[in-house]
């Protein structure tokens, strides 16, 4: 397999700069909105991916400048107690389309923070089979997304090397396939999918078995749209991963996260419950299982130049297409051997729940009426687990 590797950079020196300190919420622009860069799926066998990119008041034109705004990779892992946590294993990233400046974007991404430049075998992209060409057609709100996600890996285990397999389209035939190619790689302890449907479809069971990977992490964003179930999440196999609005406080953590208006979250109308769930107001599978931050107001910082023109190159993200690769690199940095003896990281996650941080207050939407059939904690974060949320977010990698 031939690799694509980033070149070798000067490191930037991360604390003392003032690009390492640039904080979410310093210079956004009065008014600003959000928006997703990809095409709403069409059907029930396709795909969106869920990456939402601050706008101006418009809500239109992307926020975009010179210099990173939103959170760097030195607070996101403050912020999740990640600052002396290092691992060196393989993070998959699954995504549809290809972006043809991945490469340039996460290397000129890492110099700016001061991340470890990559050595040999850091980085390598492939197609749906695993080959390394001809890769997809290029796509610029999946490759937007593309770069979020290959980004956000670094932020959080820069020396995790990370596999980025290209779906031919944004099917769940092409996606699974790319999902097993990720899966039979040597190597890979977890697998992000940052991406979903507009709801829940007849049939999507018989796409399980792309998903259902023993002894892998596979992570997927619970949506962007607010209280409701989408696939993949909804599998009863992989790690849903909610979202949440992350700021500084004065509290001993130094931050404080409610639950984002905009996460998914809800009972599956198709997905038996898995053995290691036991909230009692859904009999099905219940979304999500933890979470990290999502909301585009506290978005993280993303280098990308397919999307753009002219030198203002840094965006502001956000959307739960951030939180699941955050919460994949969690779980590469802990490393396979620490669910050994659990067939599905999510199992160990459920069963050691004190190196998170409970989430509560904020909601996703109403969730109570009849109509619905819902229970308080499937739109609200509350005490304990709830189902924007779920368990809560990384305080270590020692849940993980």
């Excluded at 607070?75 to 393989?90: E, H, K, V």
């Excluded at 259902?212 to 989408?230: L, M």
């Excluded at 599905?344 to 109403?366: E, F, I, K, R």
Aim: net charge negative; hydrophobic share 35%.
């Amino acid at each position: 397999m031939r690799r694509v590797l980033l070149a070798a950079l000067v490191p930037f020196a991360l604390l003392g700069s003032s690009a390492a300190g640039a904080g979410n919420g310093n210079g956004l622009p009065a008014g600003h909105k959000d928006k997703g860069v990809c095409v709403k799926a069409s059907g029930p066998h396709v795909a969106a991916c869920h990456a939402k990119v601050v706008t101006l008041a418009d809500g239109v034109t992307p926020f975009a400048t010179t210099g990173p705004t939103g959170y760097s990779p030195k607070q996101l892992q403050l912020a999740y107690n990640l600052s002396g946590a290092t691992g060196s294993a393989t993070v998959a990233i699954v995504d549809a389309y290809a972006n043809p400046n991945v490469v340039s974007d996460l290397a000129t991404y890492r110099n700016q923070f001061g991340l470890p430049p990559c050595g040999t075998g850091c980085f390598t992209v492939v197609n749906q089979n695993g080959g390394t060409s001809p890769l997809p057609a290029g796509n610029v709100g999946w490759g937007q997304e593309i770069n979020l996600d290959v980004e956000m890996a670094s932020a959080i285990c820069p020396n995790c090397h990370i596999l980025l397999v290209e779906a031919n389209s944004n099917s769940f035939a092409d996606l699974g396939a790319a999902v097993n190619t990720a899966a039979r790689t040597p190597g890979v302890v977890a697998i992000s999918n940052s991406y979903g449907t507009s709801g829940e479809f007849n049939g999507e069971t018989s796409y399980d078995s792309y998903y259902n990977h023993p002894g892998i992490a596979v992570t997927a964003s619970s949506g962007d749209s607010g209280y409701g179930v989408e696939f993949p999440a909804a599998d009863n196999h992989v790690v849903a991963v909610g979202g949440t609005h992350l700021v500084t406080s004065t509290s001993t953590r130094g931050w404080t996260e409610s639950a984002w208006s905009g996460a998914g979250s809800g009972c599956s109308a198709f997905f038996a419950k898995p053995s290691w769930q036991h909230d009692t107001g859904c009999a099905r599978r219940m979304e999500a299982d933890v979470s990290a931050v999502a909301d585009p107001n506290t978005g993280v910082s993303v280098y990308d130049t397919y999307g753009s023109t002219g030198g203002n190159n840094w965006y502001v993200f956000g959307g739960t297409s951030v939180a699941s690769p955050i919460i994949a690199s969690v779980y590469a940095l802990a490393g396979a051997a620490s669910w050994n003896g659990f067939a599905y990281p999510a199992q160990y996650t459920y069963s050691h729940t004190s190196s998170l941080n409970d989430v509560v207050g904020g909601s996703n939407g109403t969730c109570t009426s009849r109509r619905r059939g819902g229970q308080a904690y499937f739109c609200q974060a509350v005490s304990g687990y709830d189902g924007p949320t779920g368990l809560g977010t990384p305080n270590g990698i020692g849940s993980f």
